[in-house]
């Protein structure tokens, strides 16, 4: 394998804790003997949990004499929840060390490398970067622009419409696009909406797959008008709300006031307090007016587009009201794609970002 395979490997296995790593990265590393022959793996599976290289290297008994170690993200060298990561992989004898990219974290920043360099370690510093950078986009942008990555979810008919002129949305796709829609739920820390799809949709806001990680609803609510019986009281964690409203506290909920700007609650600021709270990714679910303020902020990183082969002519738009000049309309680029059953997926990428 090449070194950009063995870098992807990491990826793939770091990959599998998706979800469950927040406020942490997501770190895989492989670890190759002298003779280029793997002899161990591992990844990063939560807070509190060892960090890739431990948990690859404390599976070899011994020492690796003029090993190789592949991590997708610049080794740790300072204590945290767990020891460093520099220590290990200086104390197993490894010789050279792959790192997919630096940690923007400012006890790292290279001081990581600059440590394993002093033990006599030959590192190589950036490998398939680009893919290391959009497995933790989400990390990133909190340390780097100190917010969450926010994902825009719409399910619409061909036409943009998220609801027939009746207001009815229940079924505009199937089975599949609405597990797929779960599964952005697992992989998200928050799950934004704005109180009229509380009061119209009563959702739960919860992931409904097996040993999957939870998910923290968070409600925009101006003026405070969830009701007391909603279901997002009891399905799931404490959801968080955020409101203009003079009264903040009067019902006992876990309610925060930000300021408003000409889209209504300030999107930003709810992003700025979120990401304080360790919310590293939001999900947008809900409302085609919710849709429109987060497009018009400019503020989407990511659209996960559900289409049904359905044709409405009739009821809400999603975006619609924006009016943008078509020099500024084409904000995003098409990075996945597939036919669940009978609807078209699209993932999107704000170009602004990875
Ligand atoms: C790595 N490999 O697998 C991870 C790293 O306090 P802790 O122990 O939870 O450490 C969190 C910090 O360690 C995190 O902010 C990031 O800088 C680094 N995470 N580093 O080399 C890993 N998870
Ligand atoms: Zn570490």
Same mark, same amino acid.
């Given at each position: 394998?090449?070194?950009?395979?063995?870098?992807?490997?990491?990826?793939?296995?770091?990959?599998?804790?998706?979800?469950?790593?927040?406020?942490?990265?997501?770190?895989?590393?492989?670890?190759?003997?002298?003779?280029?022959?793997?002899?161990? $793996?591992?990844?990063?599976?939560?807070?509190?949990?060892?960090?890739?290289?431990?948990?690859?290297?404390?599976?070899?008994?011994?020492?690796?004499?003029?090993?190789?170690?592949?991590?997708?993200?610049?080794?740790?060298?300072?204590?945290?929840?767990?020891?460093?990561?520099?220590?290990?992989?200086?104390?197993?004898?490894?010789?050279?060390?792959?790192?997919?990219?630096?940690?923007?974290?400012?006890?790292?920043?290279?001081?990581?490398?600059?440590?394993?360099?002093?033990?006599?370690?030959?590192?190589?510093?950036?490998?398939?970067?680009?893919?290391?950078?959009?497995?933790?986009?989400?990390?990133?942008?909190?340390? $780097?622009?100190?917010?969450?990555?926010?994902?825009?979810?719409?399910?619409?008919?061909?036409?943009?419409?998220?609801?027939?002129?009746?207001?009815? /949305?229940?079924?505009?796709?199937?089975?599949?696009?609405?597990?797929?829609?779960?599964?952005?739920?697992?992989?998200?820390?928050?799950?934004?909406?704005?109180?009229?799809?509380?009061?119209?949709?009563?959702?739960?806001?919860?992931?409904?797959?097996?040993?999957?990680?939870?998910?923290?609803?968070?409600?925009?609510?101006?003026?405070?008008?969830?009701?007391?019986?909603?279901?997002?009281?009891?399905?799931?964690?404490?959801?968080?709300?955020?409101?203009?409203?003079?009264?903040?506290?009067?019902?006992?909920?876990?309610?925060?006031?930000?300021?408003?700007?000409?889209?209504?609650? /300030?999107?930003?600021?709810?992003?700025?307090?979120?990401?304080?709270?360790?919310?590293?990714?939001?999900?947008?679910?809900?409302?085609?007016?919710?849709? /429109?303020?987060?497009?018009?902020?400019?503020?989407?990183?990511?659209?996960?587009?559900?289409?049904?082969?359905?044709?409405?002519?009739?009821?809400?738009?999603?975006?619609?009201?924006?009016?943008?000049?078509?020099?500024?309309?084409?904000?995003?680029?098409?990075?996945?794609?597939?036919?669940?059953?009978?609807?078209?997926?699209?993932?999107?990428?704000?170009?602004?970002?990875?």
């Amino acid at each position: 394998m090449s070194n950009s395979e063995w870098m992807r490997r990491c990826l793939v296995l770091a990959a599998q804790a998706q979800g469950w790593t927040s406020p942490n990265p997501l770190v895989g590393a492989v670890v190759l003997d002298a003779n280029g022959k793997l002899v161990s $793996e591992g990844f990063h599976k939560g807070p509190g949990q060892w960090h890739a290289e431990r948990d690859a290297l404390l599976k070899v008994s011994g020492a690796v004499p003029n090993g190789t170690v592949f991590v997708n993200l610049e080794p740790c060298c300072v204590w945290g929840r767990t020891p460093p990561c520099t220590d290990i992989i200086i104390e197993k004898g490894i010789r050279n060390v792959y790192v997919g990219m630096l940690d923007p974290d400012p006890r790292m920043a290279g001081k990581g490398i600059k440590r394993l360099e002093e033990a006599g370690i030959n590192v190589q510093v950036g490998l398939i970067e680009e893919e290391c950078r959009t497995l933790n986009a989400a990390y990133l942008l909190a340390r $780097e622009q100190k917010r969450p990555l926010v994902t825009l979810k719409v399910a619409s008919t061909l036409d943009g419409r998220v609801c027939d002129t009746s207001g009815h /949305s229940k079924w505009i796709t199937g089975e599949a696009a609405r597990a797929s829609g779960q599964r952005l739920r697992a992989e998200h820390d928050a799950i934004l909406v704005g109180v009229g799809t509380v009061i119209k949709d009563d959702p739960q806001l919860n992931v409904r797959l097996e040993n999957e990680p939870p998910i923290r609803p968070v409600i925009l609510d101006t003026h405070l008008r969830t009701p007391q019986d909603a279901k997002i009281h009891t399905s799931g964690l404490k959801p968080w709300f955020y409101t203009h409203h003079a009264n903040a506290n009067g019902h006992g909920w876990d309610v925060r006031t930000v300021p408003l700007d000409s889209t209504g609650l /300030s999107f930003q600021a709810v992003l700025a307090d979120l990401c304080s709270r360790d919310v590293y990714s939001v999900l947008v679910e809900g409302g085609a007016s919710i849709a /429109s303020s987060i497009l018009q902020t400019g503020l989407v990183d990511r659209l996960e587009l559900f289409m049904a082969p359905k044709f409405l002519g009739g009821g809400l738009i999603w975006g619609d009201g924006l009016k943008l000049p078509l020099a500024l309309a084409s904000q995003f680029e098409i990075r996945e794609h597939a036919i669940l059953d009978q609807d078209i997926w699209l993932r999107l990428e704000s170009k602004k970002h990875v």
